[in-house]
């Protein structure tokens, strides 16, 4: 979980406000302001203004890095899982090395 808590940060900047191009042309000077403080209080995440439109408009850093995150996360669940699948196998042809309580009556 620590992993996902370092992306908050990332992930709470905001390429809004930036316009199509990302000059901000045409729009109010504190739209992006507005936004992401009524996000935030809507969310209870931090959300602010990314201070490069640009570069916020076309990278998609963040998220690739929370794509990582979950994937990593996800990895890590599935081998406790299989472990503690594999250690309660048996009893007759299985390593049977923790004992795992019946959910019901002939569950597998």
Not at 3 to 12: A, N, P, Q, S, T
Not at 40 to 68: C, M, P, W
Not at 86 to 103: K, N, Q, T
């Amino acid at each position: 979980m620590s992993r996902l808590e370092k992306l908050r940060d990332h992930l709470g900047e905001l390429a809004i406000g930036g316009t199509a191009v990302g000059t901000g042309i045409n729009t109010h000077p504190e739209f992006s302001a507005k936004v992401c403080e009524r996000l935030s209080v809507l969310t209870g995440i931090n959300f602010r203004e990314a201070e490069n439109h640009f570069e916020a408009q076309a990278a998609k850093d963040a998220y690739v890095e929370a794509s990582g995150a979950l994937k990593t996360i996800a990895v890590s669940l599935m081998k406790i899982a299989n472990d503690v699948r594999w250690l309660g196998s048996g009893p007759r042809c299985g390593i049977g090395e923790i004992l795992l309580p019946e959910v019901q009556p002939g569950s597998s």
